[in-house]
């Protein structure tokens, strides 16, 4: 992001390690289990944790930050923290990754993210789908049946590199989550640890956090001790309800939840056409859709339902197996893998950061949670946890106060807003194009597509969805501190240099390789970007922050100049952080 204004340089005054002191004695709990006292040399009180089971591994009983939750938001803040030195252990409750609703489009502003962090998204990419296959969106009857219109889905061709260095790009969850979860481990400062439930945490005096946590294979608890709490358990998250931060619905509007059913199966659909997502139109029964992880050999089928209308019941394989084989449209051989009945309502946390424990936040689902339109849930997490880190980062490093910290929320929430609206209005657009296909005559589907005036009204039913599937501006154009524009579409992006912004990207050389400015800011440091005669030196320290110059004309070659034009560092002496 680009900055501005006065950072602070007070030292945070204290360190990140908690020191121990074991007692030798022992005691029974009021359950009659074995514990011992453990009383902290630093911290000055006593508390209690059962004895350790020589068969069963424990987590650390101090780490500088305790990660709730271990898919991908989890995962992905303990590698952002381990890449800035800082150590973490996470906390997965399950035994076994769950089923759906799993996401699969990653969008730019993320695949920047992870890039940043020097994961490898070309091998990524590898694991995903290609672009070739997840084309297009397909308005249907059936796979088989009548197509009533298609829409590009989302910028996938290379034409959009000279806006991002990573266009959006399809990977199935769970696969995304293995990479993480590896990548996490190797950099040798995450621990993860399956089965283990968070409970409960108390702030100490000196605004340490004590946490409880309950190993589910022994069903015994015990504590540990971090300087910061971070919620990334889903939806459904305890650390919210412990945090006491009220869980809101959008826009104040009274609770309207969506119940799906997913359906994980293994088919090989790869001779129907291309695309990632089918959407199957129906006059009578709940929305409908498909989503393309492998047209090969891996697919998920989603139906939508009224519980008030049809029981959860009835969801049988049987039953999930003839709404698959109506909406191909023919019978095809499959193995269903899973079935999954979840629910869905707009809703944002009131805060990020506890106002009972000081440095407890919420990231990804726990903070804020979207209908499925759009993939933005996953997405707006990622975003989450690298505005965090690096602002935990900060202050460990003195350059803040902690302070900082408190703008995490300010900045994160206007986002899951403006992605909470525009899920909702991609929602109200699929109904509304079911509305037009189907019409309100006795006339059939394949009737009005040859009738001029119901055809046109479905073909602009069909592009009012285009934002749904093209939200480039609302990926990367959104501006911190910054309200979004009414009216603006979400297609609508021009890069631009703003405190708040993104950074732009370019193409440009720097040490005779072609990368983008995106490269040059690696997470750590301050980068100041100088025009030509502003600055003769490399760095520049402000206190405990070092500050980074990258010059035009020296540190990197802008040789069509329209970069540094937009940067304003093209005419007189001036920089930018």
Same mark, same amino acid.
């Given at each position: 992001?680009?900055?501005? &204004?006065?950072?602070?340089?007070?030292?945070?005054?204290?360190?990140?390690?908690?020191?121990?002191?074991?007692?030798?004695?022992?005691?029974?709990?009021? $359950?009659?289990?074995?514990?011992?006292?453990?009383?902290?040399?630093?911290?000055?009180?006593?508390?209690?944790?059962?004895?350790?089971?020589?068969?069963?591994?424990?987590?650390?009983?101090?780490?500088?930050?305790?990660?709730?939750?271990?898919?991908?938001?989890?995962?992905?803040?303990? #590698?952002? #923290?381990?890449?800035?030195?800082?150590?973490?252990?996470?906390?997965?409750?399950?035994?076994?990754?769950?089923?759906?609703?799993?996401?699969?489009?990653? $969008?730019?502003?993320?695949?920047?993210?992870?890039?940043?962090?020097?994961?490898?998204?070309?091998?990524?990419?590898?694991?995903?789908?290609?672009?070739?296959?997840?084309?297009?969106?397909?308005?249907?009857?059936?796979?088989?049946?009548?197509?009533?219109?298609?829409?590009?889905?989302?910028?996938?061709?290379?034409? *959009?590199?000279?806006?991002?260095?990573?266009? #959006?790009?399809?990977?199935?969850?769970?696969?995304?989550?293995?990479? =993480?979860?590896?990548?996490?481990?190797?950099?040798?400062?995450?621990?993860?640890?399956?089965?283990?439930?968070?409970?409960?945490?108390?702030?100490?005096?000196?605004?340490?956090? =004590?946490?409880? !946590?309950?190993?589910?294979?022994?069903?015994?608890?015990?504590?540990?001790?971090?300087?910061? =709490?971070?919620?990334?358990?889903?939806?459904?998250? @305890?650390?919210?309800?412990?945090?006491?931060?009220?869980?809101?619905?959008?826009?104040?509007?009274?609770?309207?939840?969506?119940?799906?059913?997913?359906?994980?199966?293994?088919?090989?659909?790869?001779?129907?056409?291309?695309?990632?997502?089918?959407?199957?139109?129906?006059?009578?029964?709940?929305?409908? $859709?498909?989503?393309?992880?492998?047209?090969?050999?891996?697919? !998920?089928?989603?139906?939508?339902?009224?519980?008030?209308?049809?029981?959860?019941?009835?969801?049988?394989?049987?039953?999930?197996?003839?709404?698959?084989?109506?909406?191909?449209?023919?019978?095809?051989?499959?193995?269903?893998?899973?079935?999954?009945?979840?629910?869905?309502?707009?809703?944002?946390?009131?805060?990020?950061?506890?106002?009972?424990?000081?440095?407890?936040?919420?990231?990804?689902?726990?903070?804020?949670?979207?209908?499925?339109?759009?993939?933005?849930?996953?997405?707006?997490?990622?975003?989450?946890?690298?505005?965090?880190?690096?602002?935990?980062?900060?202050?460990?490093? &003195?350059?803040?106060? &902690?302070?900082?910290?408190?703008?995490?929320?300010?900045?994160?929430?206007?986002?899951?807003?403006?992605?909470?609206?525009?899920?909702?209005?991609?929602?109200?657009?699929?109904?509304?194009?079911?509305?037009?296909?189907?019409?309100?005559?006795?006339?059939? !589907?394949?009737?009005?597509?040859?009738?001029?005036?119901?055809? $046109?009204?479905?073909?602009?039913?069909?592009?009012?969805?285009?934002?749904?599937?093209?939200?480039? %501006?609302?990926?990367?154009?959104?501006?911190?501190?910054?309200?979004?524009?009414? +009216?603006?579409? *979400?297609? %609508?992006?021009?890069?631009?240099?703003?405190?708040?912004?993104?950074?732009?990207?370019?193409?440009?050389?720097?040490? &005779?390789?072609?990368?983008?400015?995106?490269? =040059? !800011? %690696?997470?750590?440091?301050?980068?100041?970007?100088?025009? @030509? /005669?502003?600055?003769?030196?490399?760095?520049?320290?402000? /206190?405990?922050?070092?500050?980074?110059?990258?010059?035009? +004309?020296?540190?990197?070659?802008?040789?069509?100049?329209?970069?540094?034009?937009?940067?304003?560092?093209?005419?007189?002496?001036?920089?930018?952080?």
């Amino acid at each position: 992001m680009i900055s501005t &204004g006065h950072l602070s340089t007070e030292a945070f005054g204290r360190g990140s390690e908690a020191t121990f002191a074991f007692s030798e004695s022992a005691s029974a709990n009021e $359950n009659g289990s074995l514990v011992k006292p453990i009383t902290s040399a630093k911290y000055g009180f006593r508390y209690l944790t059962p004895t350790d089971n020589p068969s069963r591994p424990q987590p650390p009983s101090a780490t500088p930050v305790l990660i709730i939750g271990g898919g991908p938001i989890g995962l992905l803040a303990g #590698l952002l #923290l381990a890449k800035r030195g800082i150590s973490s252990v996470i906390l997965e409750r399950h035994a076994q990754r769950l089923g759906q609703p799993k996401a699969h489009a990653i $969008n730019p502003r993320s695949l920047e993210i992870l890039r940043q962090a020097g994961l490898d998204t070309a091998y990524l990419r590898k694991l995903g789908a290609s672009a070739e296959d997840a084309d297009a969106v397909r308005f249907v009857l059936s796979m088989k049946g009548l197509e009533v219109g298609w829409l590009p889905y989302e910028r996938q061709d290379k034409a *959009v590199t000279e806006l991002t260095p990573e266009p #959006l790009f399809n990977i199935a969850q769970p696969v995304l989550e293995n990479y =993480l979860w590896k990548a996490a481990l190797e950099t040798g400062l995450v621990s993860i640890w399956k089965e283990w439930q968070w409970q409960s945490c108390t702030q100490l005096e000196d605004k340490t956090i =004590l946490s409880t !946590v309950l190993d589910r294979h022994t069903n015994l608890e015990t504590a540990i001790i971090s300087e910061y =709490l971070l919620g990334c358990d889903g939806a459904h998250a @305890r650390s919210r309800d412990i945090f006491q931060i009220p869980f809101e619905t959008l826009d104040g509007l009274p609770p309207a939840p969506i119940h799906y059913v997913s359906v994980n199966f293994n088919a090989d659909l790869s001779k129907e056409k291309t695309g990632m997502l089918w959407f199957i139109m129906t006059k009578t029964a709940g929305k409908r $859709n498909f989503i393309a992880y492998d047209r090969s050999n891996n697919w !998920v089928f989603v139906t939508t339902f009224n519980p008030l209308e049809t029981s959860r019941d009835v969801f049988t394989e049987e039953y999930c197996r003839f709404l698959i084989d109506q909406s191909i449209g023919i019978k095809v051989d499959y193995k269903v893998i899973g079935i999954t009945l979840w629910n869905t309502t707009p809703r944002i946390a009131k805060h990020y950061r506890s106002r009972i424990i000081h440095n407890a936040f919420l990231a990804g689902d726990a903070a804020h949670c979207f209908p499925s339109t759009g993939g933005l849930g996953i997405n707006t997490g990622i975003g989450d946890v690298h505005n965090l880190v690096w602002k935990i980062h900060a202050t460990e490093n &003195g350059w803040s106060n &902690g302070d900082i910290l408190d703008t995490y929320e300010a900045e994160r929430i206007p986002i899951a807003v403006a992605n909470s609206r525009q899920s909702r209005a991609n929602e109200a657009k699929i109904h509304a194009l079911g509305r037009a296909v189907f019409g309100t005559s006795d006339k059939t !589907v394949e009737e009005r597509m040859r009738d001029p005036t119901s055809r $046109n009204e479905i073909e602009k039913a069909v592009r009012d969805n285009q934002d749904h599937f093209d939200s480039l %501006d609302l990926q990367i154009g959104f501006v911190y501190n910054q309200r979004r524009p009414e +009216g603006k579409s *979400v297609r %609508d992006f021009t890069p631009q240099c703003v405190p708040g912004g993104r950074l732009p990207h370019a193409w440009i050389k720097s040490q &005779g390789r072609i990368i983008s400015t995106l490269d =040059l !800011v %690696d997470g750590h440091d301050f980068i100041l970007f100088a025009s @030509r /005669g502003f600055f003769e030196g490399s760095i520049v320290s402000c /206190g405990k922050v070092n500050i980074r110059v990258v010059q035009i +004309g020296k540190g990197i070659v802008d040789n069509e100049g329209k970069w540094s034009k937009l940067m304003g560092l093209d005419g007189s002496p001036a920089a930018v952080l």
